[in-house]
């Protein structure tokens, strides 16, 4: 059984969002890859833009910007001049043995090839990565990342991304809220809400706080949007502590060692999942948790 099946997303696609197309159609849509080698990836479902992957050695590390909301806003930053290493939607870590791969002073992500790229019902990327110190050429973790995307409708996007991370050595991830999974916003997006697992809609009150989800709402050019992010119950510190904020910019991102270190052994694996979503106009906390509820069921 394919992986939207067993998620049951296709299902929530119809549920929450208007359809993509009309029911009957000559040829049913499908997604598509444009592959620019040695630099970028670009998504498209049905002609439309949903991400592009960037994987540049020109660049600190591999990211996906821009992410397109479903009514075709780009709804990222990518390295805005107050702070550079923000990168669209990224990963990285603060301080990994003494190491910084989130501010990309001391740690280059470094992108090795590609395990698979293929374009049908569903997208799916596949990458090996590299963490590696500046000044020694060292591999401190191998990343094997994996991208799936799903058919948009005219409402909701929604992709999955996983990383599995190998320590070569005893390392120790550390670094406060700079860690995880995060993603900067449009500067029309900043000064928006807040909405978790919890129930929580104050920022103050959702930043570090730990929930299975955390979305932020803001005004992407004229319309309001929601993009959210899942965090599976897999994942370690799972309810996961989140780093969001609206002020002076709008930020949200999966921080799992907000509050304490994450201790490897060489050989260990890291595993980390997440969904992302996108979806035009503010969506409410039901929703949210019945796509939350769905995804993880199938799991």
């Known amino acids: 059984?394919?992986?939207?099946?067993?998620?049951?997303?296709?299902?929530?696609?119809?549920?929450?969002?208007?359809?993509?197309?009309p029911a009957v159609q000559d040829e049913p849509q499908k997604f598509k890859l444009i592959h620019k080698d040695g630099e970028k990836?670009?998504?498209?479902?049905?002609?439309?833009q949903l991400f592009e992957y960037r994987y540049s050695h020109s660049y600190p590390k591999p990211y996906v910007h821009p992410i397109w909301n479903a009514n075709g806003v780009a709804i990222t930053l990518d390295s805005p001049s107050d702070h550079k290493h923000h990168r669209g939607l990224f990963i990285g870590w603060s301080n990994i043995n003494g190491a910084d791969f989130w501010g990309e002073s001391t740690g280059r992500i470094v992108h090795r090839s590609f395990e698979r790229l293929v374009a049908g019902e569903l997208a799916k990327i596949t990458a090996l990565i590299h963490w590696v110190v500046e000044a020694t050429g060292k591999a401190l973790l191998i990343e094997r990342r994996t991208l799936t995307a799903f058919p948009p409708s005219k409402d909701l996007t929604m992709f999955v991304w996983e990383s599995e991370l190998t320590a070569n050595e005893e390392l120790t991830l550390s670094g406060a809220q700079y860690n995880g999974l995060g993603i900067r916003f449009i500067r029309s997006m900043n000064g928006g809400n807040v909405l978790n697992s919890n129930g929580t809609t104050e920022i103050k009150r959702a930043n570090g706080e730990r929930a299975s989800w955390c979305a932020y709402f803001g005004n992407a050019n004229g319309s309001l949007c929601t993009v959210a992010i899942f965090s599976h119950p897999s994942n370690p510190r799972h309810p996961t502590p989140f780093f969001v904020m609206d002020q002076p910019f709008g930020f949200l991102s999966a921080a799992p060692t907000f509050y304490e270190p994450i201790k490897l052994k060489p050989n260990d694996v890291l595993r980390l999942r997440y969904l992302i979503i996108t979806f035009v106009g503010k969506a409410d906390g039901k929703v949210l948790n019945e796509i939350y509820d769905q995804w993880t069921s199938k799991e």
């Open 1 to 21: 059984m394919d992986l939207a099946v067993r998620y049951g997303l296709y299902a929530l696609l119809l549920s929450y969002a208007s359809a993509v197309a």
């Open 41 to 48: 990836v670009t998504v498209l479902f049905g002609g439309r």
